[in-house]
């Protein structure tokens, strides 16, 4: 049974921090990552993909995938109050289906 | 570009009763998935269709069933509604081959 951990939260930073997230999986055979963000009673919007071990820099987002260690991490750099919701992670294979951890709440005070 | 659009985007019905939702999956996309969100979880995996077959499944009891047709659109069935069917309900498009799942705005179920 694929799984996928992650931190329910909430983390707290404050406006201008950097906000780390992160999640593990237990597939050693997972090919993609995905982060969603999800704000309260939206659907899920995505962020970042990524699919090989290293660094992955979008805008103020920076995703990061270690397969031998079997997680993955958001960074989210210059953290604003608009970035408060939910952050889910997913892993999937070739098929499009994605596993969903329950996801990390994020709160940026002023 | 209309993106996923799912109807109705509310709904409320009585244990026992029947249900249906519909999905259109955005332009270019033939591949489309159901997911059930309970309160505070994350999306759960309920089936996944690609060229009008049901190619993949979680673990979702038969009540659940679902359909797509020529156009690419989707519905989800679920049958004898449960108090525990309340959640919302999101339908995802996709390309194939690993690609990203764009989804809908989803539909909330509430059972009473």
């Known amino acids: 049974q694929k799984e996928v951990e992650q931190n329910s939260g909430p983390l707290s930073v404050p406006e201008g921090a950097i906000a780390s997230l992160n999640c593990t999986y237990s597939?050693?055979?997972?090919?993609?990552f995905f982060w969603y963000r999800q704000y309260s009673g939206k659907s899920p919007e995505l962020i970042m993909s990524?699919?090989?071990?290293g660094d992955k820099e979008d805008g103020r987002f920076t995703a990061q995938l270690n397969k031998a260690s079997q997680y993955v991490s958001l960074l989210i750099r210059d953290s604003q109050p608009s970035d408060s919701a939910t952050y889910l992670c997913?892993?999937?294979?070739?098929?499009?289906?994605?596993?969903f951890g329950t996801g990390t709440r994020l709160q940026v005070f002023p | 570009d209309a993106g996923v659009t799912q109807s109705p985007t509310h709904l409320i019905k009585t244990r026992g009763q029947q249900v249906t939702l519909r999905c259109s999956p955005k332009?270019?996309?033939?591949?489309v998935s159901w997911y059930q969100q309970a309160l505070g979880q994350g999306p759960q995996f309920i089936f996944q269709?690609?060229?009008?077959?049901?190619?993949q499944r979680g673990n979702f009891p038969d009540r659940f069933s679902g359909h797509q047709f020529p156009n690419y659109s989707s519905e989800l069935n679920v049958n004898a509604l449960l108090l525990g069917d309340s959640a919302l309900y999101l339908c995802?498009?996709?390309?194939?081959?690993?690609?990203?799942?764009?989804f809908g705005n989803g539909t909330r179920l509430t059972v009473t």
């Open positions: 995802a498009s996709s390309s194939g081959g690993n690609s990203p799942l764009h």
């Open positions: 597939d050693r055979g997972s090919q993609s």
């Open positions: 990524i699919y090989s071990n």
């Open positions: 997913a892993e999937g294979d070739n098929t499009d289906k994605l596993i």
């Open positions: 332009s270019g996309h033939d591949t």
């Open positions: 269709y690609y060229e009008e077959e049901e190619r």
